[in-house]
């Protein structure tokens, strides 16, 4: 590690994992960057199909290969496995294509030196970060799953779907891998914040203006990450997905069955679709709100009994 703002205590032992996927015209500067500031680099290879690997080894960076694809979350849970059998003191994924700035590196790992969090994230929209180049549908999309992760989350995050990431000792110690794809970046900020450890964003750069910056097509992506964070938010507030929808339901219903009823008084005019909209509108709606209420309620009586 090189000069006095890349520097680490003597303690920590550092170690970048980078994704590895057909990057080889980009992986070489990124680890001579990475080198500066870290004791290790390790690339996770996921089936690459050209000469990354073999370029990251010859930049010296410690190579780890997967027998077939598994995507995101397999080279992350692949890297932490690792990064516990070295007894790292803090980790930093980056990703391989150039999306990321290593320069911003340092203010990803001192936050974690000093013990003024246990993750840092690398954030694209608190004040200071960018996305250059970032394309509408994308922001669009991504503003929809960071809303439905904040409804469920006890930590307010701004980027939950950066790559960009550093974690402690106790973070590392913390995360859990349930999920190999994409839906895997939501499910390590649940882990972390389910144990209640500090979490930090840093503001930084991320470049959409690169070649080959992704091999995943952005709306099954996002359909995936959102359905995930969906049924998060269904697990930890049941009441808001189910129980509220179904009383706006029998409200609805009941407005309609209203509207039935003051035909059928005046004994002329009687409408028969409104009754039936009542009908089926009702009967959707009563048992959603039940289940969100008992859900709500046994998720109570569950997490008291854990505590």
Known sequence: MQGDEGKKPNDDYVIIGIPLYNSEETIASIIFSCLEYADEVVCIDDCSSDKSAEISK???ATLISHEKNRGVGGVAKTFFNYAK??????????????????????????????????????SRFVSGGKSKDMPIYRKFGLKLINGVSKLHSRQHIRDT????????????????????????????LESISEKGLRILEIPTTIRYDLKNTSSLHPIPHGISVFSYALSALSQKRPFLVFGLPGLIMVIIGALFGLRTINHVSEWTGVTVGPGVTFVWIGALGIPLLVSGIVLQYARKVLYDSIQ
């Not at 779907?161 to 390590?188: D, H, P, W």
């Open 58 to 60: 010859d930049a010296g």
């Open 161 to 188: 779907q950066s790559g960009y990431r550093a974690f402690n000792k106790a973070a590392i110690n913390a995360v859990r891998f349930e999920n190999e794809g994409m839906k895997s970046s939501l499910e390590i």
């Open 85 to 122: 059998e070295k007894n790292a003191s803090i980790v930093v994924l980056i990703d391989s294509d150039g999306q990321h700035d290593p320069e911003d590196l340092p203010k990803m790992i001192k936050p974690l030196s000093e013990n003024k969090a246990d993750l840092v994230i690398g």
